[in-house]
């Protein structure tokens, strides 16, 4: 079972915030907001992508990003990384194969010159909806399991704790041992930082959870990374559940005490779980 780590100032900062109710005077208290910063990946000196992620487990969103984004095929094509701070935020500098930095250099071409809502057309679509392969069949794992290990990750989700702010992706076994949690302000760099975990520690065969939506992008970062489960606590999207059927991923969605909604691929989880939960 993982152990919980302690915060930092660099995750949070109290601050004064005005409170306004209705039944009682207006008053300040001490509020935790949480610390976004912008992170910069650059890659063999050209620089890729700026996100926006709170500062800390920088080398793990910067594998999960590469591997989620097609950049990179496996965490091997990291040939460096210097995460190097700045005055504002932070930028890795990562070194990657002769070959990805090609596809990489390829794909930026086709992407210059476009102007408009830049996903307008069949050719600009390609770059959303990449091709997926499909995820195996080797995972088994019982609904009162995910179930435990959801009331599990809610102690371990220390920055949600501390400011309400941050959404947490999970690495389980298929006994339902919570090995990995990350935690951020966007689901998405959550996510990443938790499949740049897996990546560097060699993680397979077990599930992810996510305490949001489970969106399209959600599902085709868990399938690249070859999970075959994605338990999400909220909603899922209809071009979501596509890409779980077509990628032979299982995808729940509302995952609640006592209940879930199965939207693909129930048969990993029994025979009996092909119903529909309540919301």
């Not at 057309?121 to 179930?147: F, K, M, S, W, Y």
């Not at 941050?166 to 998405?188: F, K, M, Q, S, W």
């Not at 025979?271 to 529909?276: F, P, V």
Request: aromatic share 6%; with cysteine; charged share 20%.
């Amino acid at each position: 079972m993982m152990k919980s780590t302690e915060l930092t100032t660099t995750e949070y900062s109290p601050l004064p915030v005005y409170r306004i109710r209705r039944n009682a005077g207006p008053d300040y208290f001490e509020d935790n907001l949480i610390e976004e910063v912008p992170v910069a990946l650059v890659y063999n000196g050209i620089s890729h992508a700026v996100l926006m992620s709170i500062c800390t487990n920088l080398e793990d969103l910067a594998v999960g990003f590469s591997l989620t984004e097609g950049i990179i095929d496996s965490y091997r094509d990291i040939r460096d990384m210097d995460i190097v701070p700045g005055c504002s935020g932070y930028e890795i500098q990562i070194a990657i194969s002769p070959r990805c930095f090609q596809r990489l250099k390829e794909k930026r071409r086709s992407m210059a010159g476009r102007t408009g809502c830049g996903i307008c057309g069949a050719e600009e679509l390609d770059h959303v909806v990449r091709e997926q392969p499909c995820v195996g069949n080797d995972l088994t794992i019982d609904p009162a399991t995910v179930e435990m290990a959801f009331r599990t990750l809610e102690d371990h989700q220390l920055l949600g704790q501390a400011t309400g702010a941050a959404h947490a992706a999970a690495y389980i076994t298929p006994a339902g041992e919570l090995v990995a949690v990350r935690e951020d302000a966007g689901r998405h760099i959550a996510l990443d930082k938790l499949i740049g975990y897996m990546a560097r520690h060699q993680l397979q065969g077990g599930a992810i959870l996510v305490t949001s939506r489970a969106s399209f992008e959600m599902v085709q970062k868990t399938v690249s990374a070859g999970i075959e489960a994605l338990f999400a606590i909220s909603a899922v999207t209809r071009m979501a559940r596509n890409l779980a059927e077509e990628s032979n991923l299982t995808l729940a969605g509302f995952c609640r005490p006592g209940k879930m909604s199965v939207y693909a691929h129930p048969q990993r989880l029994g025979a009996d779980a092909g119903l529909q939960g309540d919301h």
